[in-house]
């Protein structure tokens, strides 16, 4: 199946062939990782920035370590986007990285939309590695990946998305991608932050966890974060906790072979007991491995596939 | 200087005229309405084919001067407004400085005489700096030639106050103009809270924002038994609201704008940023609410809400973008293509909603009718006409317009300003 994006902006825009070809090219490129020399040739002459507007560990070294290991050069930008809007505009910036002739950007930005904004004027492929509040496509790919490794199919499989769905753009690609895929979705969160619209996504919600997590066959938690408190989307982090804390209690109504994500960094004993979060029963470690195959396929369809070119 | 308008559909709801008439000027007043006038003039306008309507007011503008001269200034406010098709706008008072005093509102009149093409009416805020905490010598401000009071875009959130202004604005039988915006409510939101908001990831700005402060306001102003008058409705709560208001006889009026009417929430899909206004664009559920208001009469006129910015400011990310949409030079057309053309309003409703209305609520008393003695304002209109819109076209300063690229029937073709054609420009 041919991939002829040239951009990575959302799972919204993929259909599920594509996110197929994804997974499949991911699955080839797991090995690489484990081989004594970890390294490619595939992208040698590649250029790739990254260009990180806001905070970010995981995702940052994982795109670097992925386009390394595929041979393509990286060069890594963090900026402050309070800083960059007193001076150099976004569309500055771009153009400027764009003009030293780049042929991919991977771009994070606390605001929504910055990476369709950036490909409506630059040349290079954009990935989106979070934009604001709406998508963070390679997370849920990754998530994806890490399912079917466990589950096989995603057809009629339980999945639970719990904590703050509204603000959290790795809810939003996941529920785009498993409706995608045909799996059913159950959002669980306390009502301000979980409005009722969210149902037109395809999605049921739930404000009762015991409820929602019932014969659940994968359980994804989102970090909870204290500014939302502060803004009085829930009282405190005590009751929030209370109610809303994946322990082992609650984990007990779900699937037996149930399996338990976090996109990280998790906040141990705030929305996950420390002890689920290290059982054998979680996969967040492995999330952070596949994470790199599906980044190294993602670079690879973008900038390695043969008829590029024409796909322009 | 004498001019003669021959042979126009002349319709004026004022004095209920629709007929072919001829109109002779002189002077910058009506001399005379007939169905024929033979006389010697210097100039003969043939509006054969055309309809000939009271000088066009729009009630809701920003023109940027004093202190945002490069967005926009009142001349070239003035020019954009005279292509648009029409002969007064009237500026919200959010300049640098705040037209809260005597000085700037001088400063607009007095500029405008001389640089400005068409009529221009400042409105002066409500409050000092339009903080919300003081309010302005009002007294002084309408001698001044305020025809309105507004906070616009820093809406008056103490209900003390807005009640205070409501009061004093009996005095000078002046009107308040209130952009309704809860503002702890609409936070720090960029598009409409709904279905779309949650989808692009974009923080919300929900409906009872604008809903809560029209419900104050009707509130307020029945209490007061004053006049009050909603900017830019964009929520069905409110139009229900005002509906509900008007039947028990509260000194009520609103206004909407264009892209309330023809854009939704839905559209934000490309992050473009000039759909980025407030308050947002609404839902789909919300327009046909609105249409259903303009119809019922619940909207008493239109307005553009005219607000210009710079490429370079619209070309951000969408979240740091200003809000505004510049509409003067497209409104009217949109209305013409969008509305009358398809039979949603009448030929004569439409223009009652722009001219004769907003006249009578700002208290112009020469304008807004075609009366022998009334001020020589006119809108001449070509129904058949057909456009594409194109903002490299604009004589506004600025680009911010969503309507770029879209086919029109139905546009302006001259505005007349106190007997002088100011458009077609000469």
Known sequence: ?312 | MKLLIKNGRVIDPYSKIDDTLDILIDKGKIADIKSRIETEVPKIIDASRLVVAPGFIDMHTHLREPGQEYKETLRTGSLAAAKGGFSSIACMPNTNPVNDNQGVTEYIVSESKKKAVVNILPIAAITKGQKGEELTDMADLTNSGAVAFSDDGHPVQNSQIMRRALEYSKLLDSLIIDHCEDINLSCDGVMNEGYYSYLFGLKGIPASSEETMVARNIILAEKADARIHIAHLSVKGSAERIRIAKSKNIKVSSEVTPHHLFLIDSDLESYDTNLKVNPPLRSKDDVQSLIKALKDGTIDVFATDHAPHTIDEKSIEFDNAPFGINGLETAVPLFLDKLVNKNIISLQRFIQMSSTTPAKLLGLENKGKICIGADADFTILNLNKKIVVDINQFQSKSRNNPFHGWKLKGVPVMTIVGGKIVFPFS
């Open chain 1, 1 to 312: 199946m041919p991939f002829n994006q040239k951009n990575l902006l959302g799972i919204q825009y993929l259909s599920p062939d594509e996110i197929i070809t994804i997974l499949d090219t991911a699955e080839s490129f797991l090995e690489i990782s484990k081989r004594e020399v970890k390294k490619v040739p595939t992208l040698r002459g590649k250029t790739v920035v990254n260009l990180f507007f806001e905070a970010s560990t995981r995702t940052r070294s994982s795109f670097e370590l992925a386009a390394k290991r595929l041979s393509a050069d990286i060069v890594n930008f963090n900026l402050n986007s309070s800083s960059v809007i007193k001076g150099e505009s976004l569309k500055d910036t771009v153009l400027n990285l764009a003009a030293m002739n780049t042929d991919a950007i991977i771009v994070r930005h606390s605001c929504a939309g910055v990476p369709h904004f950036m490909s409506t004027f630059c040349k290079s492929s954009i990935i989106n590695a979070g934009d604001g509040f709406h998508e963070h496509p390679t997370q849920a790919l990754l998530d994806a990946f890490t399912i079917r490794e466990r589950k096989k199919s995603f057809e009629g499989l339980k999945t639970v998305i719990i904590g703050d769905v509204l603000h959290s753009r790795v809810a939003r690609s996941n529920i785009f991608l498993l409706k995608k895929m045909g799996a059913n979705v159950v959002l669980i969160a306390p009502p301000p932050l979980l409005p009722p619209e969210f149902k037109s996504l395809g999605v049921n919600i739930d404000f009762n966890f015991e409820r929602g997590i019932e014969d659940a066959d994968v359980i994804m938690m989102l970090r909870i974060q204290l500014e939302r408190q502060q803004r009085n989307f829930f009282p405190s982090i005590r009751e929030y906790r209370n109610l809303y804390q994946l322990t082992k209690k609650r984990f007990a109504r779900a699937k037996k072979n149930a399996i338990i994500m976090h996109p990280g960094p998790i906040n141990r004993d705030v929305e996950i007991s420390a002890d689920l979060a290290d059982s054998v029963k979680s996969v967040i470690l492995k999330q952070v491995e596949n994470g790199i195959a599906i980044r190294m396929a993602i670079l690879y369809l973008l900038l390695g596939g043969k008829d590029r070119e024409t796909t322009n």
